[in-house]
């Protein structure tokens, strides 16, 4: 092509392409539109369905302009009015994501300037933020100052990180995978098991440590389980305590845990993806010996009422993390000389990623930390009322849990599993609170997990009356 050709089809295509670079009065227009649909989203909260099912449609990708009423309309009825309404403080089914506003303010900040937040070089300021609640979790938890870390999507990858720095740091490989030995509780999150397979250990042993009654690890049964695999000449390599346990709310015994796995030279990390944040709450004392722990993972996206999106990992051992993630690249070299745990990236499978930092960074500099310590605080009551009111209506229930995880079933005198299934369906069907269901002890249950930040009293009268009302139901056709 001619010079003059080339000039002529740069300003064709940039007629066209300048649309994706908006006036200022073009984005005023769309962040009105968005403004009013989120005040409005938020505003009807409380009298919008926990949960409702019905099929997807109308969101095909297409090359047609449509204009972002409709695309916000299509957006409620097909995303934020369908399934579990996760932002709802009558979301009591699953460990909730929250969805603080001024998270939500922070991620739209992150996604106007878009901060290259993995590499120091690239952006000094987004890294600092990133290390910084880094560094605030280190001291919440009592780790050690030369801990290292970073963010996460969530515990999933959180725990794939640690694991990765714990393989690496005992070398467990090869022929040593085969004889090398993990000790979990059966009520260990399934991403445990998932991390092992993915980091190649599926080959590793694993051992279930025996529970007590209240669903926490025996450390008897963990040092019997150990002494037994060393006589036969295998190798004990970590040990996972859980500080809050999804099913049922329960914190192992983390300081005789971490004792024994000291005294045997083991790696101990503790899944508090759940549980973590109520260390700032009356149940301080359940975690002590979480800070003896090798490595540790929470999320924020939990116990910070955070959205969905980021979890936290924090490992005592920076050369294991370093080892197990750090590469680089002739195109990264300008930025090969900074200090290496400055950079997210060196302790992460990550590279690029979202600005995670900024949206826990924001609300705990907005709010301080008395709003999220109180709602946790609340939380634990919400479930001790909760608990009292379906004892009174005859319910059976779980044993104490320590945190805001619990549950029950009604003793019908025959079939009991298949109507407290029944129960579960007509509580779905309702929809207006959303709990959910697991097996314990062989056992069909029902599960409540109270964590939302919007949950209040009136939220768990709500529940318990629509679970009076589905149970006459269930009875009614007996």
Known sequence: MKTEEIISRLEELNRTSQELDMSEKDRLTLLESVSNYSNDFINNLSRSPAFSSKPVTGLEITTQKKPIEDLLDLYRKQV???GINAASGKHLGYIPGGGVFSAALADFIAAVTNPFASVYYASPGAATIENEVVNWLRKLFSFPENSTGCLSSGGSISTLIAFTAARDRHKIKNELIRKSVIYLS???HHSTQK???????EDIIIRYVDLDANHRMLPQSLQK????DLAAGLNPFMVVATAGTTDTGAIDPLDEIAETAENHKMWFHVDAAYGGFFIMTSKKEKFRGIE???SMITDPHKGLFIPYGVGAV??????AALHSHYYT???MQDGANEEMLKSPANVSPELTKHFRGLRVWLPLQLHGTAPFAACLEEKLLLLAYFRKKLSALGFCLGPEPDLSVSYFWYPFESHSDAKNRRLMEEIHADGSVFLSSSIINDRFVIRI?????????ETIDEAVEMIIKCLAKVRATN
């Open 80 to 82: 934020a009015e369908n």
């Open 186 to 188: 059966e009520q260990v």
């Open 195 to 201: 991390a092992l397979r993915i980091i190649g250990l």
């Open 225 to 228: 389980l150990i002494s037994a």
């Open 292 to 294: 003896r722990a090798d």
């Open 314 to 319: 924090v490992i005592k051992d920076g050369a």
């Open 329 to 331: 690249a002739n195109y």
């Open 449 to 457: 997990a109270i964590l939302a930040f919007r949950t209040k009293k």
